[in-house]
């Protein structure tokens, strides 16, 4: 759907943005069934204004999930309940010391090589071992947890149609259907023995004075794991990209490594790992005297609205000290990123420890690199990167 866009386009799709920004913030995809909001007021208040556009909202070709990310109030509002106190900021900063080990024991595997995929060997694993941990999968079913998780990282691509997006469906539901026999089996031992986990919070937790049903857990595992997982694997890519790209302001990080958080929000407005989310009007809108009719499918572009020159100075330089930088890579409103904290944490750490480890870190080829199918999720699908061979 979204890879109308060229390859070229999709590593790179701001000067497309401005460009249709300037013709018109609100535009209708040929075809009438899809409006694009393009400026940084008209994504805040679709993504905002959940009365008038709801969550429940899919891709042509399929109906929405019954994740809590595409259900509405109140719905939206008692299952979010059930997990928001696992994804404080207090609750994440325990995480600290064992996302460090994580970190440390992946660059250790390759640093001895002076080369690497950032992508398979070290930013896609390193979220997908913190989610698993933090649901509590036990270290032995390890392996069947990275094969799901693939399965669920190429769901993202069913959104670009065709054979490979037939293939990536059928490959879910597979994984899917793997996932809830073995949930079947470790929920009644969560039951019997209460751990310090999401899975036993997802058991205990009640909606309405009920406990939630399997589907339902099913749902939370398969949501945490995809949101948990390819977005912070990009926040990490694109970081180093952009990076590399702007060797000055890596030095300014070298030389004021207190200006890591800034930088981090900075990746977040100036490569948005998430570049648009999906809403469906409840009733005929205008906005910027546009009319968009009720039931089409909109497509909030936050990657956009970041690069928005009304709200951004010089929206197009990369300034890891930017203040204010009120961007809306976490999205806004009741469906705010809930796990906004802990890929903050997991980015905190990972790329001063990748950064200061790795000497000479470097792309290893001046090929463009290969961006992910859809524009939907921004970042490289494989980063192949080199450095000076260090010591473990
Ligand atoms: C850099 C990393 C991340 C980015 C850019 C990101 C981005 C977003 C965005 C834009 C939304 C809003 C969706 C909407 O309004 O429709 C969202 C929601 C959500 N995110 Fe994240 N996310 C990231 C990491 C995480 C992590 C680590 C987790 C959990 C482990 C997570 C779990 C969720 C969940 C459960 C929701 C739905 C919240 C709701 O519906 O109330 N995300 N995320």
Redesign the pocket.
């Known amino acids: 759907m979204l890879n109308f866009i060229s390859e070229d386009m999709r590593r790179n799709p701001y000067p497309l943005y401005a460009q249709m920004r300037s013709v018109s913030p609100v535009l209708a995809v040929p075809g009438g069934e899809i409006w694009m909001i393009l400026d940084y007021e008209g994504v805040k208040r679709a ?1 905002h204004d959940h009365d008038t556009f709801s ?1 429940r909202a899919a891709p042509p070709g399929g109906g929405p999930l019954d994740w ?2 595409f ?1 509405d109030p109140p719905r ?1 509002t008692k299952l ?1 309940s059930v ?1 928001v106190k696992a ?1 404080t900021p207090r609750s994440i900063a325990g995480l600290e010391p064992r996302i460090r080990e994580l970190s440390r024991e992946l660059v250790d595997r390759t640093i001895e090589r002076g080369e690497m995929d950032l992508c398979a060997d070290y930013a896609v694993q390193l ?1 997908i071992l913190v ?1 698993a941990e ?1 649901l509590g999968i036990p270290l032995a079913d390890r392996d069947r947890f990275k094969r799901w998780s693939d399965a669920i990282l190429n769901l993202s691509q069913t959104i670009g149609g065709g054979e490979e997006g037939a293939r990536a469906a059928r490959e879910f539901g597979a994984a899917r259907e793997e996932i809830r026999a073995y949930l079947a089996g470790i929920l009644p031992e969560r039951r019997r023995a209460p751990e310090d986990d999401l899975l036993t919070r997802l058991v205990e937790a009640e909606v309405d004075g009920e406990r939630l049903v399997e589907d339902e857990i099913l749902d939370f595992f398969l ?2 794991l995809l ?3 390819e ?2 694997t ?2 990490i890519t694109n970081a180093i990209l952009c990076l590399l790209d702007h060797p000055s302001e890596l030095a300014r990080l070298r030389a004021s490594p207190a200006l890591w958080p800034s930088a981090i929000e900075e990746v ?1 407005r100036y490569r ?3 570049q648009a ?2 809403r469906a009007p409840r009733r005929d809108v205008e906005m910027h005297g546009q009319p968009i009719p009720a039931g089409k499918l909109v497509l909030a572009m ?1 990657g956009s609205a970041n690069r928005d020159p009304k709200v951004f100075e010089a929206p197009e330089r990369f300034d890891v000290g930017r203040d204010p930088n009120p961007h ?13 904290p ?2 903050r944490l ?2 905190k750490v990972a790329l001063p420890d990748l950064v200061s480890r790795l000497e000479g870190l470097r792309l290893a080829s001046n090929a463009p690199w290969e961006p992910r199918k859809t524009l939907h999720v921004h970042g490289p699908t494989r980063l192949p990167i080199r450095f000076e061979p260090g010591r473990r």
């Open positions: 993504i969550s809590m990310i259900t939206h979010r997990v994804f979220p989610i933090m949501l945490l949101a948990g997982s977005t912070t990009n926040l977040l948005s790992p998430v989310v999906f936050i809306v890579g976490f999205g806004h409103g009741i469906h705010f990123c809930i796990g906004a802990l890929a997991e980015a």
